[in-house]
């Protein structure tokens, strides 16, 4: 019997992420023609390209280091969402892990002076105990996590606002630049930098989170705990049943997922590329694109490297639409259409699905109608 | 007059494939106006199939559906609505926080000008109960009410909607022998009174007792339609299962040797009810012996499980096993110091169905060095080959072996899965509950003498089940429950079914010691 390839899991995921990418792309276009028509070609092509909207090869190298700069804590996000994700809890609060995560790190490397492996671990910690409370929540009081961990968003969003209000310049709403104040606490480069046209920013956060991605693959797939964890998700009572210790895995599922969004804020904002705004007045938006990235990249911490990628391009991307033609938002909305879509991976995954049932039903029919005809 | 068909409706000739089988083969299903037709099978002989074909939810690839002689197109359910099709489902299809009033209009709410006219409604659905002896209280919440009660909802139901053609979906398995009486005459009141009944099932007494004629299929074929004046319970059985069967369990004598469960005074609370659901059992199970629970669905039996195995936690009264006081033991302590669980409900418990069956197999020994080494990583090689020996051993049969997933697996597969996990331990103690829930005559006959050797290589076995037959052939001793309360203990060789019923009507009840 010859297998269909369409069947194969890891075959469906790229094929539906690639039509989500192609579908969100086309429909920003639509709205770019209802805009401005005449732009809206430059203008998405502005947005795929990125950094190669510059001509000359040191700026696209050196643009090239900056969206990788940004893709760090993207993923980091995405593993977040992933994590918890896979044993059935959706971790919106990722986003504010995330704020806790580099309000904790910028007020340590600011106000403590320290270096940046411990300001690291602070982060860690920081965006842990938010996952901790949530759940908490849910394991003892059945609190569900999507409504704590919003509402913990907007907690941990003002705590950082507060907190770093101690550390801003005099004159502007801005945090100090961590590379004059404390240069111990920028993430070391590893002479990375230098492939990027000496891409300062560029440094240990790329190399770590991909190391991740595939550290959290592998115990997923490998490891007592990824059995666990993936049992849990997929029927709660049968982990009960064979004696999983239930609640004790929820709690430490989010304390996971919660450090590792943690994380991404450290990743961030110890290499300076970005100070921390404390008037932001909405939670950023990285922790919610984790959550695209996640489902595009298939559930998969591997695709997740990939799609987090992606979303971070087409993000920084939007930078270069035209300003003249477009009012200033333009790029944010085309990426976030672009991203939505990103959101329907499942979606299509399950329309192939369905068509290949209707193929084989189809096909079985005429097979039997067949063999009909020939018994007579 | 002489044009008019006698049948209400008529399936033809019904083929329905699926990929790799043909759930329904040719088969022809006349039911006639006024009369009480059984449609009788086992598990998977394709009755389920044939009503989602007459309810329009799969389309035949050949055959036809005539109603009152006529031919007719089911696309999709409305239609069946139109023709005036109703079907009492197995399961209820009620809501609960809603009034047994509200239940009945759901859908076909009468309404003026957007406002609901529930008056109207109140004196129709009064009417129909009392033309048809159906007592209900329409202002009673769902929740509130019996589950005979509830279906007597689900049958006002479809008269409410005028339907002519009403399908029972094995309506006793939850009733109490009174309600299954009650709703025998219920049925023949509503066949008197003109409508046709579709009775599925596969209890024969019941068939004998109620319907008119029997059509009887077995794997997806048509065996034949009989009048059940004419024919015997033995032949209707053989009818279906193809074979004169010995359901009869040859084993030798028990040799009770210590005891391994000891159960005092437990009571475990209830999630439905405010009175708990088990209240102050107590009982043993010796090493060599089957115990068997038995007992009409909804006793207390699952909760007192659940209790057993810790799944919920006992309210009060203590449990001991091997002598040791598990009361608030965790699941797992119980299970590694020697208990096995074939849970009820495999798919709710037993399985983790997007797990593959290597997965499944390891699901209460994965933490054990021989699958997990000291880092915490999962040995992949040992688990493929105790996954591969279990399959092999108890011939479970799937696509692709070990790395089939579980739930592209046939029930009865899925079973002998989970009985091979839960023998393989070498436990004390078995829990099968259930055991034989939805499987064929052949798999039956091995899960039994699993049991039965289990027993015979010393380990004690406690049986839960709700069929009489298993009930009768299986065990060494009884106990009825009733109401949360053990109310009998019989033995098996010296009692009836007749006594057994009784017990568990609670018509009868002894004082019982542990």
């Known amino acids: 019997m010859k297998k269909n390839i369409l069947k194969n899991n890891a075959v469906q995921s790229l094929i539906a992420s690639l039509l989500c990418i192609v579908l969100g792309l086309l429909i920003g276009y639509i709205v770019l023609l209802f805009i401005n028509p005449t732009g809206a070609g430059d203008a998405i092509l502005a947005v795929i390209k990125n950094f190669f909207n510059y001509s000359r090869a040191n700026l696209q190298t050196k643009n090239f280091g900056n969206t990788l700069v940004k893709t760090a804590p993207l993923l980091m996000c995405a593993l977040s969402v992933l994590f918890a994700y896979k044993v059935g809890l959706f971790n919106i609060g990722a986003a504010g892990q995330y704020v806790i995560g580099a309000c904790a790190s910028i007020y340590a490397a600011l106000a403590w002076g320290w270096s940046w492996l411990p300001c690291l671990l602070f982060a860690v910690f920081a965006g842990a105990a938010l996952g901790a409370v949530v759940g908490f929540l849910k394991s003892y009081l059945n609190v569900n996590e999507v409504i704590s961990g919003i509402m913990l968003n907007w907690i941990g969003l003002y705590l950082t606002n507060m907190l770093l209000t101690t550390v801003k310049e005099a004159t502007s709403p801005y945090t100090f630049h961590i590379a004059d104040a404390n240069p111990s606490a920028i993430l070391p480069s590893l002479g990375l930098g230098k492939l990027f046209s000496g891409n300062g920013y560029v440094s240990l956060a790329i190399p770590l989170s991909i190391l991740l991605a595939v550290a959290i693959a592998v115990i997923l797939d490998r490891t007592k705990f990824g059995y666990e964890l993936k049992a849990t998700g997929n029927n709660k009572n049968a982990a009960k049943y064979c004696g999983m210790a239930e609640r004790r895995n929820i709690i430490l599922t989010l304390v996971i997922s919660g450090a590792l969004a943690g994380l991404g804020g450290a990743l961030l904002y110890l290499t300076d590329y970005e100070q921390w705004q404390c008037t932001t007045s909405s939670v950023p938006s990285m922790g919610f694109n984790g959550i695209a990235a996640t489902f595009l990249g298939g559930l998969n911490p591997i695709g997740t490297i990939f799609s987090s990628y992606f979303i971070q391009h087409i993000t920084s991307g939007g930078a270069y639409v035209d300003k003249t033609m477009y009012s200033s938002q333009i790029s944010d909305l085309i990426s976030a259409i672009i991203i939505y879509l990103c959101g329907f991976v499942l979606f299509i ?28 | ?300 039996q699952t909760e007192l499980v659940y209790g057993l195995t810790g799944l919920e936690p006992a309210k009060t009264g203590q449990i001991f096993m091997n002598g040791n006081d598990i009361t608030h ?186």
């Open chain 2, 1 to 300: 007059m002489r044009l008019e068909s006698p049948y209400a409706i008529e399936m033809l000739h019904i083929t329905k494939r699926f990929p790799g089988i043909i759930a329904n083969d040719d088969i022809t299903l006349q039911l006639k106006k006024g009369e009480i037709h059984a449609l009788l099978g086992e598990n998977g002989a394709g009755k389920s199939t044939l009503m989602s074909v007459l309810f329009g939810l799969y389309q035949a690839e050949e055959g036809t559906i005539k109603k009152d002689g006529k031919e007719v197109q089911i696309k999709d359910p409305n239609d069946a609505n139109d023709l005036g099709i109703g079907m009492v489902h197995q399961h209820f299809k009620l809501v609960e926080c809603f009034t047994v009033l509200d239940n009945i209009i759901l859908g076909v709410e009468p309404t003026r000008k957007g406002f609901l006219q529930k008056k109207e409604a109140r004196e129709k659905v009064l009417a129909l109960s009392e033309k048809y002896g159906l007592q209900v209280n329409p202002d009673a919440l769902i929740e509130d009410i019996s589950v005979g009660m509830q279906q007597r909802t689900e049958i006002l139901k479809m008269l409410y909607r005028d339907n002519e053609i009403l399908i029972f979906d094995e309506p006793t398995a939850v009733l109490t022998p009174q309600e299954i009486e009650e709703l025998m005459q219920i049925m023949k009141n509503l066949a008197a009174e003109g409508k046709s009944i579709l009775f599925i099932s596969h209890k024969l007494a019941e068939i004998m007792a109620v319907a008119d004629r029997c059509t009887v299929l077995r794997k997806g074929k048509y065996i034949g339609t009989v009048n059940t004046k004419d024919v015997t319970m033995e032949r209707l059985s053989a009818m279906m299962v193809g074979r004169n069967v010995n359901f009869h369990v040859e084993k030798k004598p028990s040799v009770p040797g210590d005891v391994i469960l000891e159960v005092k005074d437990l009571s475990v609370a209830s999630k439905v009810h405010k009175n708990d659901a088990v209240r102050n059992v107590s009982f043993k199970v010796r090493a060599g012996e089957i115990v068997c629970i038995a007992g009409i669905d909804g006793n207390g």
């Open chain 1, 349 to 376: 995954k399950y329309a192939i699905n369905a068509g290949i049932a209707r193929h084989e039903e189809r096909q079985s029919k005429r097979i039997a109608a067949a063999e009909k005809g020939g018994e007579k």
């Open chain 2, 329 to 514: 033991a965790s699941i797992r302590t119980r299970s590694v110091d020697g208990m096995s669980h074939i849970p009820e409900d495999r798919h709710k418990h037993g399985l983790v169905l997007d797990y593959p069956l290597e997965y499944n197999m390891i699901l209460q020994r994965y933490f054990e060095p021989e699958f997990t080494d000291k880092a915490g990583f999962l040995k992949r090689k040992p688990i493929r080959e105790y996954s591969d020996r279990l399959i092999e051993q108890y011939d479970v049969r799937s696509g692709q072996g070990s790395i089939t997933a579980a739930r592209a697996m046939s029930g009865g597969n899925q079973q002998k899965a989970i009985i091979a996990r839960e023998i393989d331990k070498n436990p004390d103690l078995l829990i099968a509950v259930q055991p034989t829930r939805g499987l064929d005559v052949g798999a039956i006959e091995f899960v039994h003498s699993q049991l039965v050797a289990q027993r015979d290589a010393g380990k004690a076995v406690l049986l839960v089940s709700l069929e009489l037959d298993e009930v009768m052939d299986v065990p060494d001793r009884i106990l009825v429950m009733y109401e949360g309360e053990i109310v009998g203990e019989l033995d098996p060789k010296k009692t009836t079914q007749e006594e057994l019923g009784l017990y568990m009507a609670g018509a009868k009840r002894d004082e019982v010691k542990a």
